[in-house]
């Protein structure tokens, strides 16, 4: 089983929609936890940082779930430009260790 | 400032050739690190360095080897080409590791024949 789990997709909704990923991390002691975006051929991009608390910035909303181990990502009133893959990123202080998940990729449709 | 940027952007290597992945940074970040990225894999973490003389292994370190002799400069080296290194390579910085924001370099694509 993979340390960082999302579901790969990919997910296709149209412009305007509201749409939520969830990615699931096995490891109890992770720290850490961020969104990173890719683009097709581009290199990942800090997208926001999750915390205990959750956090929004303008579209998106990150929350975090740390009984369920479970960090979530919602974007609302999508755009053509959130086309991309996006990528759940843990930490782990006590190893060291960053991990990324593999991706959920998102296409929006005019 | 130029942030992080890698050399070549693309490159064909026959099995056995050596080789070595350019990766600079202009942000004075102690922390450096490359990894590979698969289909269906995820970024995996090849090696890393948390300052100038400092290296470690990650994830996938088999096959390669790298230094740290500048905080600028963390160059790759493959020893002995193998297709399964076919692949596309980052190197990312920060300021240190694990809470802070990672700066990719935009990647190098790799095959091996």
């Known amino acids: 089983r993979k340390e960082v789990e999302q579901d790969p997709g990919p997910f296709n909704v149209p412009e305007g929609a509201t749409v939520a990923f969830n990615c699931t991390y096995s490891n109890s002691a992770s720290q850490s936890f961020f969104w990173y975006r890719q683009d097709c051929r581009k290199e990942p991009k800090l997208l926001m940082s999750v915390y205990s608390s959750g956090n929004e910035d303008g579209r998106f909303t990150a929350q975090l779930n740390r009984a369920s181990q479970y960090i979530s990502l919602l974007i609302r009133d999508s755009k053509l430009s959130d086309s991309a893959t996006y990528l759940c990123v843990v930490w782990r202080s006590s190893a060291s260790k960053i991990i990324f998940g593999s991706g959920t990729r998102l296409s929006i449709r005019p | 400032n130029a942030g992080v940027t890698q050399t070549p952007k693309f490159q064909v290597l026959k099995t056995g050739q050596s080789m070595t992945l350019q990766c600079a940074q202009d942000m004075n970040h102690e922390y450096m690190s490359w990894y590979r990225q698969d289909p269906g894999m995820g970024l995996r973490l090849i090696h890393y360095?948390?300052?100038?003389?400092?290296?470690d292994q990650g994830e996938v370190p088999n096959g390669y080897n790298v230094s740290r002799s500048t905080t600028e400069d963390f160059p790759l080296r493959l020893l002995s080409a193998a297709p399964s290194q076919t692949s596309v390579y980052f190197c990312?910085?920060?300021?240190?590791?694990?809470?802070?924001?990672?700066?990719f370099g935009p990647g190098t694509r790799l095959l091996v024949l």
């Open positions: 990312a910085s920060s300021v240190s590791q694990g809470r802070e924001t990672q700066y």
């Open positions: 360095s948390v300052g100038a003389g400092i290296t």
